[in-house]
């Protein structure tokens, strides 16, 4: 059997305006700088704002610290509208509001990460060691949001040795090792420092060795270990006295033993598959601030990303690679009680597939380009309010090299939001956005499916989100409601059942509301908030399996976290999350529409609460040495996550589909020096 004809059949493939924006980012912004200067006062250090929304989370580096966060689930794990599926870091998918990553635009200090390497692994991988900031925009926003961005965006920044180093230091370290007794350990090293007066470099490598995990019950998850290598380099400096720019490079390396779908687990005496993981990026960043009228800001990048599995008794090494570049130049300029953004942006993508085997031929090729322009401006009308408003346009190309298909297609993206200050302590926003996403490249494993192509009528997916909030502040409370709606048209999927074939499957809708809470008293702070959504495709309810790429469903999820600063050199915090069940979900509609079985069936996802716990000691004055104890999954849960693909093992025929266990307990243990 060749792999065409398995990725073919079932049984074996198995087969709007600125609220939420200027909500997200005028609202926003000041909510988390007010939220960000009250943890200052618990912690002098630098803050990782979650922006882009009105339940604004803020996380400092510190907090990823001391839950010793190791994977993208820990790095979001108080962020209540972001959810994370797979316990695996090579299979992890983000999801915005139950919307996969694939619906986001996601960049790493401006690069984006596009495509997907392949459907049954996740496309996002970032170190929570090297993170200075993360913004999250939850739903279509602001023109500036990027192009693709019609489930919101992500953007993760890493450090340099400005945030590292005090302007009367000249060259630091830091030093770090992590032990995980389910099942692992981590290495860090990073060295940092001063070239003369104006320039600065740094360098960091990271390795982590993991074993098998095992789940709550204690029963191990097999094809769960691998190894990781990361390599990182940044140089940076002054050119001029407005003028700087800097260069970065990011090497990342994954490699082990899993599943032939790594999103799925490896059932008892399955094969498992040697899977190697490498991504490289490089990526320019030029800031020009000469006045009020020009602030110039240009970033640009390459990025090349590249799987290969060895299913050694089937087809062999197959390999699919994933090359990125482009460009995004923008202004901003202040013009009396007005800030104009506007810019332009390019990115080209290609998309390479083929097997790594003689005689195995050439395979396929994809390429697709997006070329954008767009303002935003912000106008602030008088003391109390704060008008937000823009316009993108986006132009869309791909072709299907290999199989002779092209499609195009343009739009534009208008948004409005606005911001009220009703009192000293009430804020309201309310905003509409829309945005429109052409056809992209497609994901590099089925790109070459013998029969790959596209709908000739294919449509641009075109999204309409409404969102509204209300803030209440006072010296010792901030706590924001917001409710939210979005729909997307003309959803791109490439369907089961029909080898790699894209069409537009009808329209994704999401709604729901989020509550967030925060309350400060002396050293104690707490935050509780309540998370609801809703999706649905053509009016039924989403699940990670059917609607791979596009969105999956969760129930209601409560969260409450703690944190205590006993003394200057010890901090206690807790974190729980409980999740509702969300039961009765019918499935497998596309396997009765093409005949596949004679009628739909029931998934149950099961509910759970966790715990996690840590501590923190700083014996050293100076804050130089941290030792950190932390305690994930406290009790030990036996659990799926949500937003992992469901449970379908009580279907007939269909039992080894199935979302990945997340992990049992795990005391972690990590000791830290700087220098």
Wanted: hydrophobic residues 35%; charged residues 25%; proline residues 2%.
């Amino acid at each position: 059997m060749n792999r065409s004809e398995y990725l073919a059949s079932p049984t074996k493939r198995l087969a709007p305006l600125a609220a939420a924006v200027l909500c997200a980012l005028s609202a926003q912004s000041a909510v988390a700088q007010e939220v960000a200067d009250k943890e200052d006062n618990l912690d002098d250090v630098e803050v990782i704002a979650i922006v882009g929304k009105t339940t604004n989370t803020v996380i400092t580096p510190q907090e990823l610290e001391k839950y010793q966060a190791n994977d993208l689930a820990d790095v979001f794990r108080l962020v209540p509208s972001v959810s994370v599926g797979g316990s695996l870091g090579i299979a992890q998918k983000v999801y915005i509001r139950g919307l996969e990553d694939t619906l986001l635009n996601v960049t790493v200090d401006g690069a984006p990460q596009t495509s997907t390497l392949f459907h049954h692994m996740g496309r996002v991988s970032i170190d929570p060691e090297l993170l200075r900031e993360v913004e999250v925009q939850a739903g279509a926003g602001e023109a500036t949001a990027g192009a693709g961005a019609v489930g919101g965006a992500i953007r993760f920044k890493t450090k340099g040795v400005d945030d590292l180093l005090d302007s009367s230091e000249s060259f630091g370290g830091q030093l770090k090792g992590n032990y995980f007794s389910n099942d692992g350990y981590k290495g860090s090293a990073t060295l940092y420092g001063r070239l003369g007066d104006d320039w600065g470099v740094l360098g960091s490598y990271v390795y982590s060795d993991r074993n098998n995990m095992k789940d709550g019950s204690g029963v191990e998850i097999n094809g769960t270990g691998g190894e990781q290598k990361l390599g990182y380099f940044k140089l940076g400096g002054d050119i001029t006295d407005s003028q700087s720019i800097t260069f970065s490079y990011e090497s990342r390396k994954e490699e082990g033993e899993f599943s032939q779908r790594p999103n799925w687990p490896a059932l008892e005496g399955a094969t498992l598959y040697p899977i190697e993981l490498t991504r490289d990026t490089f990526v320019a960043n030029y800031l020009f601030e000469l006045n009020d009228a020009v602030n110039l800001d240009l970033s640009a990048y390459h990025t090349e990303a590249k799987v290969v599995q060895d299913v050694y008794d089937r087809w062999g090494k197959y390999q699919g690679k994933v090359t990125t570049y482009g460009f995004d130049l923008r202004n901003q300029s202040y013009v009396s009680n007005h800030t104009i953004t506007y810019g332009v942006e390019y990115r080209k993508d290609e998309v390479h597939s083929k097997p790594l085997v003689d005689g195995g031929g050439d395979g396929a090729k994809e390429e697709g380009s997006v070329m954008a322009f767009y303002a935003q401006d912000h106008w602030q009308i008088n003391r109390d309010l704060l008008l937000s408003f823009g316009l993108r346009y986006d132009k869309y190309d791909l072709e299907q090299i290999t199989y002779d298909a092209k499609t195009d297609s343009d739009g534009f993206s208008p948004n409005i939001g606005v911001q009220y200050q009703i009192s000293d302590n009430w804020r309201f926003n309310a905003g509409y956005a829309q945005a429109m996403r052409g056809k992209e490249v497609g994901d590099a494993f089925t790109v070459e499916a013998g029969y790959s192509s596209l709908d000739p009528n294919l449509k641009a997916e075109e999204v309409d989100n409404t969102e509204v909030a209300i803030t209440y502040e006072d010296d010792s409370w901030q706590v924001t409601a917001t409710g939210y709606k979005s729909d997307i048209d003309n959803v791109i999927q490439d369907q089961i059942g029909q080898g790699t074939y894209y069409e537009n499957v009808g329209t994704l809708e999401t709604k729901g509301f989020e509550v967030r809470a925060v309350y400060w008293y002396e050293d104690l702070r707490v935050m509780a908030n309540y998370s609801n959504n809703d999706a649905e495709i053509n009016g039924h309810t989403v699940e990670g399996y059917e609607h791979i790429g596009l969105a999956n469903a969760r129930g209601d999820t409560w969260g409450l976290n703690f944190k205590y600063t006993l003394t200057d050199d010890i901090e206690f915090g807790w974190n729980f999350t409980y999740v509702h069940d969300l039961n009765n979900i019918e499935v497998l509609h596309r396997a009765v529409d093409i005949g596949w079985i004679d009628r739909t069936y029931t998934i149950d996802k099961d509910g759970y609460q966790v715990h996690d716990v840590y501590a923190q000691w700083t014996p050293l004055s100076n804050d130089s040495l941290k030792v950190n104890l932390a305690v994930q999954n406290l009790f030990d849960e036996d659990y799926r996550d949500h937003s992992s693909v469901g449970d379908y093992s009580s279907i007939p025929d269909w039992g080894i589909v199935a979302g990945l266990k997340e992990a049992g307990r795990d005391i972690r243990a990590s000791i830290s020096y700087q220098f």
